[in-house]
């Protein structure tokens, strides 16, 4: 197994070398998606994500024997906040954060080929112990600040890491598996339940919430990841035959809490 690190100026022959020859491509490269949307940053976003993926796409047209999987990252902001989706929906948002995941899964698909299937996930908001976005969020509950996001009524679409990890495997093992697949757990729950959660399990009030407006005064357009529902569905994982290890938050949250001691 090989690590490669991608940047504007790595040549596109020293991503050749590392891919000829293997058998599968993960690419998770991308800025943080939680971070204030300003024109500049924006420009990162897209940037980090479509110049990766188009040099390994690139790549891989120039191997002799290319990977024949490749699995690229994706995000649940694609749909829209109004619907319950799994990966045949159709109602799809029409926002910069759906936009650039449109302009990603288009460039990953240049790969698809009579030797390389193509697979794009999906990621609802990715919860480990390791890190992530439960690293910003536990803090506040432990001090017991804890509190829901705007009127809490949205959903989260999430996952926790393990099987984030363990879905990855289960697809290189599925050749017949192709096209988007939603990397979320089977039970989404609302922003207000999850605090709940949070709080119950960590043994911390929760009598506080964040407004919406303070929201995106700190973050602008880039508090639509926080304050838009998403409720979305891993159809294809689960008609597949993957199970969960974490179907529920509950379930996710006191393995966390256990892992941090």
């Known amino acids: 197994m090989s690590g490669l690190s991608i940047r504007p100026a790595t040549p596109i022959e020293a991503v050749v070398t590392v891919l000829e020859g293997s058998d599968v491509v993960i690419n998770l490269a991308g800025a943080s998606i939680l971070g204030r949307w300003n024109p500049q940053y924006k420009k990162t976003l897209r940037q980090s994500r479509l110049e990766t993926t188009g040099k390994i796409v690139e ?51 240049l790969a698809h080929s009579e030797r390389t299937r193509v697979c794009t996930m999906r990621f609802g908001v990715v919860y480990g112990e390791g890190g992530g976005a439960m690293a910003k969020m536990l803090p506040p509950f432990k001090w017991g600040l804890g509190g829901k996001m705007g009127d809490g009524f949205q959903m989260v679409s999430w996952i926790h890491l393990e099987d984030l990890v363990r879905g990855c495997a289960f697809l290189i093992e599925r050749p017949d598996i192709h096209g988007a697949v939603n990397f979320t757990s089977p039970e989404p729950i609302s922003n207000w339940e999850q605090t709940k ?21 700190a973050f602008g357009e880039g508090a639509s990841v926080m304050l838009d529902s998403k409720e979305v569905y891993p159809k294809v994982l689960q008609e597949s035959g993957f199970e969960f290890l974490y179907p529920t938050f509950d379930e996710a949250m006191g393995e966390i809490v256990r892992g941090r001691g």
């Open 197 to 217: 959660t949070m709080g119950r399990i960590l043994r911390r009030p929760v009598f506080l919430g964040i407004p919406a407006w303070i929201v995106r005064l």
């Open 59 to 109: 790549a891989m047209e120039q191997c002799l024997t290319p990977p024949h999987t490749f699995l690229n990252a994706s995000a649940v902001g694609i749909y829209d906040s109004y619907h319950q989706h799994d990966e045949a929906s159709r109602h799809l948002a029409e926002d910069f954060l759906a936009d650039l995941v449109r302009s990603w899964e288009r460039a990953a698909m």
